[in-house]
């Protein structure tokens, strides 16, 4: 049977029950189908299914790394604030991040970019110069081949973004920068 015939659910357990039936394993009580019929009824709503039908269902042996999403908030940029702002989480469980989601908003006209000045994960630094700073749109959700190889975050560990805006906001003027991280929930 297919990993997708599994998948779909309902359709699974009627054709194990008609199957168990078929193959005897379902015997008729009482008097004819009607007791078949039950029977059936009973297995389709009370489904077994064994460990390796789980694991396919699931995508295969179940490992202690899940892929998972880290929030790291967001910071609005305002006309006289700050051009700089570090974002920092600190997980509760062991992370490694595989890829940096950047997400921006510029209102009122503004004309200003954004650019990550430095990515660490504890000390240590995320890329293998920190001269310049690397554009928001190389991390644009949509962006291709975004992803990266960090170091692995153990759990209580800070993970520190460093970003800057480029340019001047007027009066009424804002660029909201939001963020987050895809990778590797490891967990003990």
């Not at 008097?31 to 297995?43: A, D, N, P, S, W």
């Not at 269902?57 to 929030?71: N, Y």
């Not at 967001?74 to 006309?79: A, I, L, R």
């Not at 081949?145 to 800057?164: E, H, L, R, S, Y």
Request: charged residues 15%; negative net charge.
């Amino acid at each position: 049977m297919s990993r997708e015939e599994m998948i779909s659910g309902d359709e699974e357990n009627i054709i194990g029950a008609l199957t168990s039936a078929l193959q005897g394993r379902v015997a008729p009580r009482g008097g004819g189908f009607g007791g078949l019929t039950r029977r059936v009824q009973q297995v389709v709503s009370n489904p077994r299914f064994s460990s390796g039908q789980l694991a396919n269902q699931v995508g295969g042996t179940q490992t202690s790394k899940l892929r998972a999403p880290l929030g790291l908030g967001s910071f609005v940029f305002v006309e006289g604030g700050a051009t700089t702002h570090n974002f920092v989480v600190e997980p509760q469980e062991a992370f490694r991040g595989e890829r940096l989601s950047i997400d921006t908003v510029i209102a009122g006209g503004a004309a200003v970019l954004g650019e990550v000045t430095l990515i660490t994960v504890g000390s240590l630094p995320q890329a293998p110069s920190v001269e310049f700073g690397t554009p928001f749109s190389m991390f644009r959700p949509d962006a291709t081949d975004a992803n990266m190889d960090w170091q692995i975050c153990p759990a209580g560990t800070k993970i520190q973004i460093a970003v800057a805006m480029i340019g001047t906001l007027g009066e009424g003027q804002t660029f909201t920068v939001s963020m987050g991280i895809y990778g590797e929930w490891i967990r003990g």
